[in-house]
T-cell receptor
Framework: NAGVMQNPRHLVRRRGQEARLRCSPM?????VYWYRQLPEEGLKFMVY????????ESGMPKERFSAEFPKEGPSILRIQQVVRGDSAAYFC????????????FGQGTRLTVV | AQSVSQHNHHVILSEAASLELGCNYS??????LFWYVQYPGQHLQLLLK??????LVKGIKGFEAEFIKSKFSFNLRKPSVQWSDTAEYFC????????????FGQGTTLQVKP
C-alpha cells in the first residue's frame, strides 16, 4: 500500500507564476489535509477536503490560493501569482476518517519562489 | 485560539542519555494528542497517539508519552536515545475541531551525538 504521494518534491517558480502541488492520498482515504511549514516554524493547517468538497479552509490565505480534490485524481493545491513569501514546504496528509484516527503524511513539496 | 507549544526548540544529547520533550496544549475539552517525527529528508511519521484511556502511551521505537490533563501536557520520553533518533519532533492536537485538522507545535530538533 503506497503512502501519501506528493509531487513534485521540489518546485521553483519565478514571482508571478503559478504553482501546482499534487497529492495522492493513501488508498481508501477520502480525507485530505494541506499544511504549510514556513522556515523556523511549525506546520500550519491550510485546508481540509473530502472528495469533491472543501470542508474547512480556515487556514487558507484569502487570495491566490485554492485547493480541490476531484472525484478522480489527486488533490491539487494551486497558488497563483506566487510571491517570495510563499516559499515554504507544503505537506499533504490523508486519513480514512476525520476523528479518532491518525493522519498519514506525504514527503512534502518544497516551493522556492525566485 | 487553540495552540500547542513545545518548550525546547533544539536539544543536543549524547547517546544513551534520557530524553524528555515538553508539549503543552491550550484546549480544555476532550483532545486527541499526537507526536510525529520527521527524519532528515523524510515525511512525518506517527510516533504515538492519545485518544482516551491509559494516560501513559507507548509508541514505536521505545518512545512513550504521558497525558496529564491537569497540566495540559503531553510530554514525550525515551529512556535511552540513539544516534538514529536525530530528527525533528512535532507535538500536535486535534483540539476542539471535529474536522481532524491538526494544530502543531513549533517542533523540536533533536541532535544525538554518537
Amino acid at each position: 500500500n503506497a503512502g501519501v504521494m506528493q509531487n513534485p518534491r521540489h518546485l521553483v517558480r519565478r514571482r508571478g507564476q503559478e504553482a501546482r502541488l499534487r497529492c495522492s492520498p493513501m488508498k481508501g482515504h477520502s480525507h485530505v489535509y494541506w499544511y504549510r511549514q514556513l522556515p523556523e516554524e511549525g506546520l500550519k493547517f491550510m485546508v481540509y477536503l473530502q472528495k469533491e468538497n472543501i470542508i474547512d479552509e480556515s487556514g487558507m490565505p484569502k487570495e491566490r490560493f485554492s485547493a480541490e480534490f476531484p472525484k478522480e485524481g489527486p488533490s491539487i493545491l494551486r497558488i497563483q501569482q506566487v510571491v517570495r513569501g510563499d516559499s515554504a514546504a507544503y505537506f499533504c496528509a490523508s486519513s480514512w476518517d476525520r476523528v479518532n484516527t491518525e493522519a498519514f503524511f506525504g514527503q512534502g513539496t518544497r516551493l522556492t519562489v525566485v | 485560539a487553540q495552540s500547542v507549544s513545545q518548550h525546547n526548540h533544539h536539544v543536543i544529547l549524547s547517546e544513551a542519555a534520557s530524553l524528555e520533550l515538553g508539549c503543552n496544549y491550550s484546549y480544555g475539552g476532550t483532545v486527541n494528542l499526537f507526536w510525529y517525527v520527521q527524519y532528515p529528508g523524510q515525511h512525518l511519521q506517527l510516533l504515538l497517539k492519545y485518544f482516551s484511556g491509559d494516560p501513559l502511551v507507548k509508541g514505536i521505537k521505545g518512545f512513550e508519552a504521558e497525558f496529564i490533563k491537569s497540566k495540559f501536557s503531553f510530554n514525550l520520553r525515551k529512556p535511552s536515545v540513539q544516534w538514529s533518533d536525530t530528527a525533528e519532533y512535532f507535538c500536535a492536537s486535534h483540539g476542539s475541531s471535529n474536522t481532524g485538522k491538526l494544530i502543531f507545535g513549533q517542533g523540536t530538533t533533536l541532535q544525538v551525538k554518537p
